[in-house]
Nanobody, 129 residues
Framework: VQLQAYGGGLVQPGGSLRLSCDVS??????????IGWFRQAPGKEREAISC????????NYADSVKGRFTNSRDNAKNTVYLQMNSLRPEDTAVYYC?????????????????????WGQGTQVTVSS
């Protein structure tokens, strides 16, 4: 299983970015998997910000990004997206996607961070004027 996150960059406050996470090694149509997005700012702990169950579209968000960030997926491309709008300086961080390859299903909500067992490399998002 491999994941690759990309699409980060420098954006002004209030701007938007879309991150992508290409997945290989399994199909997003399979209901055994969930994809999570995480971020880590300098000097801070890693924060779980969202998850998506690509097989049924279930998604959930941390309060810090709710209403501003949106998960989506293109199962044909085996890619998950994180649309980030109304970006703030405090959103500056390295963003990661990760997979839970033994997902219990959307009835259980987002997996706890410890359940994610495959990680992609991060992509830097900087929000600054």
């Amino acid at each position: 299983v491999q994941l690759q996150a990309y699409g980060g960059g420098l954006v002004q406050p209030g701007g938007s970015l879309r991150l992508s996470c290409d997945v290989s090694g399994f199909s997003l149509d399979d209901d055994d998997y969930a994809i999570g997005w995480f971020r880590q700012a300098p000097g801070k702990e890693r924060e779980a910000i969202s998850c998506i169950s690509p097989s049924d579209g279930f998604t959930n968000y941390a309060d810090s990004v709710k209403g501003r960030f949106t998960n989506s997926r293109d199962n044909a491309k085996n890619t998950v997206y994180l649309q980030m709008n109304s970006l703030r300086p405090e959103d500056t961080a390295v963003y990661y996607c990760a997979a839970d390859t033994d997902y219990g299903g959307s009835d259980y909500g987002c997996p706890p961070s410890i359940e994610y067992d495959s990680w992609g490399q991060g992509t830097q998002v900087t929000v600054s004027s």
